[in-house]
């Protein structure tokens, strides 16, 4: 069984990530600046990243994104999916990144002071 991940935007900027359990696969693809660039597979936290370079920098919001994390359908469990929209202005600048945390797990002694808890 596998999961999967998506970041995107509204103004058509993405990102997606498939994981497989077990023996872990990653597939990334992304359209614009922000990709996602680490997963857990334990499904802690996933990290995004801008990877436009210094030159060529472009400063980017993630307020409205919307991280999503499905799981597909088993024999013995339904589709389940997730979903969260960053709604402060977080600002990511060229080359930086940002780890979004899942819910119940903001007292990870890993959290730092710029990632975002889901609530």
């Known amino acids: 069984s596998g999961q999967s991940f998506e970041a995107s935007s509204s103004i058509g900027e993405s990102g997606t990530t498939?994981?497989?359990?077990g023996r872990v696969t990653?597939?990334?693809?992304?359209?614009g600046v922000i990709?996602?660039?680490?997963?857990d597979n334990t499904g802690r936290y996933v990290t995004l990243d801008n990877t436009s370079t210094t030159r060529m920098k472009?400063?980017?919001?993630?307020?409205g994104w919307k991280i999503k994390r499905e799981f597909p359908?088993?024999?013995?469990?339904?589709?389940i999916s997730f979903?969260?929209?960053i709604n402060r202005d977080?600002?990511?600048?060229?080359?930086q990144n940002i780890r979004i945390w899942a819910k119940n797990f903001e007292k990870d002694t890993e959290i730092k002071g710029d990632d975002i808890v889901s609530s």
């Open 18 to 21: 498939s994981i497989t359990t």
């Open 26 to 31: 990653m597939q990334r693809s992304s359209k």
């Open 35 to 39: 990709s996602i660039a680490e997963v």
């Open 58 to 63: 472009r400063l980017q919001n993630l307020k």
């Open 73 to 79: 359908r088993t024999s013995s469990l339904p589709e």
């Open 83 to 85: 979903e969260y929209i």
């Open 90 to 95: 977080t600002n990511l600048d060229a080359q």
